[in-house]
């Protein structure tokens, strides 16, 4: 699901891309931009994140549709964004520390139905307990850091 794939030579090129690079086209869905994008995670059993730059709002829609999400720790605050999602939802099983460990996650996953099962019905009440979505919680997290950066700020 991508906007440019509305483009026929853009798809066109995107297919070749890939082909070069050893994907099976026959396994690969590529749809244009629709506005009924949250209907597309109910045909997924498992959402990849991207990295190193991980989903924010597409790893919470994910999660919000009970798709698990099996991501990649990065090193830097912007790559460890889905880690701290999915850490915050008691989903850290889902958090890989290296590329080889990412794999084995999904393709375990991927073969282990019942486990699917279950993360497929509860996935959605995690997210709506959780820290991430309480915003009384987040503002309260958030008036607290910003008033130790201006009380750092005033001491230095």
């Given at each position: 699901?991508?906007?440019?794939?509305?483009?026929p030579?853009?798809?066109?090129?995107?297919?070749?891309?890939?082909?070069?690079?050893?994907?099976?086209?026959?396994?690969?869905?590529?749809?244009?931009?629709?506005?009924?994008?949250?209907?597309?995670?109910?045909?997924?059993?498992?959402?990849?994140?991207?990295?190193?730059?991980?989903?924010?709002?597409?790893?919470?829609?994910?999660?919000?549709?009970?798709?698990?999400?099996?991501?990649?720790?990065?090193?830097?605050?912007?790559e460890?964004?889905?880690?701290?999602?999915?850490?915050?939802?008691?989903?850290?099983?889902?958090?890989?520390?290296?590329?080889?460990?990412?794999?084995d996650?999904?393709?375990?996953?991927?073969?282990?139905?019942?486990?699917?099962?279950?993360?497929?019905?509860?996935i959605?009440?995690?997210?709506?307990?959780?820290?991430?979505?309480?915003?009384?919680?987040?503002?309260?997290?958030?008036?607290?850091?910003?008033?130790?950066?201006?009380?750092?700020?005033?001491?230095?």
């Open positions: 699901k991508y906007g440019i794939y509305d483009d030579w853009r798809l066109k090129a995107e297919k070749e891309r890939m082909e070069r690079i050893g994907f099976d086209l026959s396994r690969v869905y590529f749809e244009g931009f629709t506005n009924l994008y949250l209907n597309r995670y109910n045909d997924m059993d498992i959402a990849l994140d991207t990295f190193p730059y991980p989903g924010g709002g597409t790893t919470c829609d994910a999660l919000l549709m009970n798709v698990p999400v099996v991501t990649l720790e990065g090193n830097s605050n912007h460890r964004f889905g880690k701290s999602i999915l850490e915050n939802i008691g989903l850290d099983d889902l958090v890989a520390k290296s590329t080889d460990e990412y794999v996650i999904a393709v375990n996953l991927a073969a282990d139905t019942e486990r699917l099962k279950k993360y497929h019905s509860e959605y009440d995690r997210m709506t307990r959780s820290a991430i979505m309480d915003q009384s919680i987040y503002m309260k997290d958030l008036e607290e850091a910003y008033e130790k950066i201006f009380g750092d700020w005033l001491e230095s």
